[in-house]
DNA sequence: AGCTTATATAAGTCTTTGATTAGATATCGG
DNA sequence: CCGATATCTAATCAAAGACTTATATAAGCT
């Protein structure tokens, strides 16, 4: 799975969220997202093998951190519509410029 | 529709990516993706109601063309994991410092 | 008007994927 | 060793979505 799909899905996206103050144990994302434990445990999966976090084991639990390099990918992607956006509002800010 | 789940498809990526240097219409971005037409359309009027591209009828043709500011929303949730993955760059590169 | 080109839409099929329920595995505390 | 806790996996179901074929609409040309 890329990982565009990866994060297109909002479970995963909040899977995701929920983890960038640090590493968090699998009963703590249910909590904090209200997933089910299978669905939590099926998503954090998918994030797995597509390399967006990884999981070390803690005793009886299993600490999920986040391996946010892997999406370097979407932010390469999205660099040429990055430049596009910056001249659209770099378009308005002239226009609104003329206007006063 | 997300623009997460929008761009989730490598289909209309590549519609996307075929749109970056200027409006086409639909037979050039069929030729440009390899797509089927109806293929194309239909992924085309998803990519329009997210508001991802717009549309102009220009004679017999439909001009798409990209609403890159759309793709912001992206980069706005990126921004978090953006901060965390230059961090490990910048972790890494200390890293390489200290071996050398 | 009739033919052609360009695009959109509909119907049907097939695959993918997300959620739930139930059960398996493993670790901890007594 | 046993019960409780934490997590994973399997099976099943339902829903979403992608692709094809066929058809509809509309503009352009002669």
Chains 1, 2 share one sequence.
């Not at 009963?27 to 434990?37: D, E, K, N, P």
């Not at 999981?55 to 299993?62: H, I, L, P, S």
């Not at 951190?65 to 956006?85: I, Q, T």
């Amino acid at each position: 799975m890329t990982p565009f799909e990866a994060v297109a899905e909002p479970a995963r996206r909040a899977l995701l969220d929920a983890l960038v103050d640090g590493p968090k144990a699998v009963g703590a994302l249910c909590a904090a997202t209200g997933l089910s434990q299978p669905n939590t445990s099926r998503h954090l999966r998918i994030l797995r093998e597509t390399g967006i976090v990884s999981c070390t084991a803690e005793g009886q639990r299993r600490l999920y951190e986040l391996r946010a390099e892997r999406l370097l990918e979407l932010d390469r992607w999205l660099a040429p519509y990055r430049a596009l956006w910056r001249s659209s509002l770099q378009a308005l800010e002239r226009h609104l410029d003329e206007g006063s």
